[in-house]
C-alpha cells in the first residue's frame, strides 16, 4: 500500500496502521494459536499450483454460463478461487512477513463474489467451505488499503465463521468465531461464543487458557473500534478541510498555481 503522508493526511495514516497492526496480531493467532485454528486456511502452495487452479475456475465459470443456479458449480469456484488465491503470497522486505500478492487479493475476492452468489441458492450451506470463506473475508481485511474495506470484511468473515460453528461447534470454530465478533463490534455474541468454547474444552486447564486468550482478543476488539471511531473523525476533518479548501487535494496544499 501507498500512502500520501503529508498534512492532516498522515494522522489518518498513522490511525488506519494502527489498525492493520491489530489486524495482523489477530491473524498470527488464527495461523499458530494453541488451538490450530490455522488448520482451517486450506492454503498454501505455488504459482504455479495457482494457475492451475486459475484454468480450473475459469472452466467452472464457462459451466455457470449455462447454469448460474447450480450450487454444486457455485461452491466449486468458491473453493478453486479462494485455494488459488492463498497460494499467491509474498514475503514482504521490511517486515518478513507473508502477505497476499494482489493478484491473490483477485483471486480471493472472485472466491468470496462466487460465495454470496452460492448462498442465495443454498438452503443449508457448507460448513467447510465457510471456513475457507471466513478466512479470505479476513485475510482481504487485513491486506485491504481502506478503513471502510477493512470493516465490511471483516463483518462478512464473522458472517460466515458464525455459519461453521453452528454447524460444527468445536473449540477451534468457536474462538475463531469469537475474535471475528470482537473485531466487528459484536461483544455480546463473542462472549457467547468463548464460554461454548470454554464448554467443549477437555479440561479445565485448556478452558483457563480460552479465557486468557479471549480476554485479550476482547480488548483488542475495544482498541480496533476505538481506532474505527478516531480514523473516522481523522476522515471527516480531512473531508472538511478539502470542502473549505477545494484545489488543497488530500494533503490540505495547493500543489501549484494555476498558471503552472
Known sequence: MVFDT?????????????????LMGASLFLVVGPFSIGNILGGGGTTSASKVL????????????????NEALLLSLTRTRITAGNALTEVNPETGATQLTAEGRQELSQGVEAWARYLKQAEEPNPSTALLVSRAYFGLAESGAS?????????????????????????????????????????AAGDKAT???????PAKSEAK????????????????QKQKVEAAKQEGSRRKEALENPLGGLSGSTGGSLGE
Not at 492532516?8 to 491489530?22: D, F, G, S
Not at 484454468?55 to 447454469?67: D, H, M, S, Y
Not at 473449540?171 to 473485531?183: D, F, P, Q, R
Open 6 to 22: 503529508s498534512g492532516r493526511r498522515k494522522h489518518v495514516v498513522r490511525v488506519v496502521y494502527a489498525i492493520l497492526a491489530l
Open 54 to 69: 486459475d484454468e480450473q475456475a475459469e472452466r467452472t465459470e464457462r459451466k455457470l454460463l449455462k447454469q448460474p443456479t
Open 147 to 187: 478503513l471502510e474495506e477493512a470493516v465490511t470484511n471483516i463483518e462478512k468473515a464473522a458472517a460466515a465463521q458464525r455459519i461453521a460453528a453452528e454447524t460444527q461447534p468445536t473449540v477451534n470454530s468457536l474462538t475463531t468465531l469469537a475474535i471475528y465478533e470482537y473485531y466487528a463490534g459484536d461483544f
Open 195 to 201: 464460554k461454548e468454547a470454554k464448554a467443549k474444552a
Open 209 to 224: 487458557e480460552i479465557s486468557k486468550q479471549m480476554a485479550e482478543y476482547r480488548q483488542r476488539g475495544k482498541e480496533f
